[in-house]
């Protein structure tokens, strides 16, 4: 495990979407597709993107039956932060510490070295292993899209690898929106009071009252499972220099979404904002631009994966795992919402995106030998009873 870590570590695959001229994912993925093949599987590479393939190994089962998916991504964020050291993990006690050794190349490790341990027992399976390792997750996704796009009917169940800890085993979680609130104020001379609307203070009305939702519903209110709902701002431009009236301003923010809600949720409270900001600023204008909407992850049909799963980790760890949710987005949500169930689960890390960036060496084992049992619990063929001669 830690030499195989090590491996992927050490192969730059920053995510171009995320970092303009990131190495992107086909070093690693060709390493993977070596790897996956000398273990014995069938391996496949797809151009998601000129360059940025994701990895497919089929492990086949002797007999019919359905197929289970382990997925992870191949991508990682940018190492701006710690260049000298991001690509040269080390060992430290338990730890492995480097760029995306959790976020998720330990997941990747994980369902890797399970599909490989299930081809070196020889073990019959009434179905299939699909070891999916995606890229660009930590971009836009477009890995995943492709992999449901192209393979959903092929699968039957899926387990997303992100890391949080095999202690803990998510069945839902929150989706979030990238959102522009634009307002239009009349561009005028400053002295021109009469004529001039001010976007920059209509827009301060606006970001008052969504930081009042906040703190009044929000964050008095988590879900029990899936934490407070996400709400910040991002980003804003406006204005074009001191002595002009604003025409216009645009502010970003991130929104989330629990399973239940939609994103048009969020927006029917936006712009109801905008009524109330309207009621004391009559020349109020503003628009909602949705640009990006990603669902929760509100498992279903994932009962059967989440005893098993459960099961596994009881009896790899000595604990049961706790099933709960995330106040984050994962390409889970994308699995199951091309009707896939899927749960979501992964050794445990820290630093995520970030400095030092680490994961615990034993429970990417632990993953791994959890991960194979649950397939084994699942399709395993059960031994023949032997009959009394
Ligand atoms: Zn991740």
Redesign the pocket.
């Known amino acids: 495990m830690i030499e195989l870590l090590d491996s992927l570590v050490r192969i730059d695959s920053v995510t171009p979407w995320l970092i303009p001229g990131g190495a992107g994912e086909g070093e690693v993925a060709r390493f993977m597709q070596r790897w996956l093949t000398s273990a014995g599987l069938d391996v496949t590479l797809e151009d998601v993107e000129p360059g940025r393939p994701n990895v497919l190994a089929w492990l086949r089962g002797t007999a019919p039956g359905p197929t289970i998916c382990l997925t992870a ?1 191949s991508d990682t964020v940018g190492y701006a932060a710690w260049p000298d050291r991001a690509l040269t993990p080390v060992v430290d006690g338990d730890r492995m510490i480097g760029v995306g050794v959790a ?2 190349k330990g997941g990747c490790a994980a369902a890797m070295l399970a599909a490989a341990e299930l081809v070196r027992c020889g073990t019959p399976l009434a179905g299939n292993v699909l070891v999916a390792l995606a890229i660009d ?2 971009g836009v996704s477009i890995g995943t899209e492709h992999l449901v796009a192209h393979h959903a009917d092929e699968i039957d169940l899926a387990i997303e690898l ?1 890391p949080e800890g095999s202690h803990l085993i998510f069945g839902e979680h929150q989706g979030f929106g990238w959102i522009d609130i634009v307002v239009f104020g009349e561009p005028a001379h400053g002295s021109a009071p009469d004529k001039g609307v001010d976007a920059i203070v209509h827009m301060a009305e606006v970001i008052t009252r969504l930081h009042r939702l906040d703190e009044t519903r929000w964050k008095p209110n988590p879900d029990p499972r899936n934490g407070r709902t996400v709400f910040h701002t991002g980003t804003i431009a406006g204005g074009t220099d001191y002595a002009t009236y604003p025409a216009e301003v645009v502010l970003g923010i991130e929104i989330g979404t629990q399973p239940g809600e939609t994103l048009a949720d969020r927006v029917a409270e936006i712009e109801a904002i905008f009524d109330e900001v309207k009621a004391v600023e009559p020349r109020f204008r503003g628009e909602v631009r949705v640009r990006l909407d990603r669902d929760p992850f509100t498992g279903a049909g994932n009962d059967a994966l989440l005893a098993a799963l459960a099961d596994a980790t009881e009896a790899v760890n000595g604990t049961r795992a706790q099933i709960t949710g995330l106040n984050a987005w994962t390409d889970a949500a994308l699995l199951q919402s091309a009707g896939i169930p899927t749960v979501l689960f992964g050794p445990e890390g820290g630093n995520y995106h970030a400095a030092e960036e680490w994961v615990s060496i034993p429970d990417v084992i632990a993953t791994a030998e959890i991960l194979r049992r649950t397939v084994v619990t699942l399709i395993g063929v059960p031994e023949p009873a032997t009959s009394p001669s």
Request: hydrophobic residues 0%.
């Open positions: 991504h976020d998720d997750e930590e992100e």
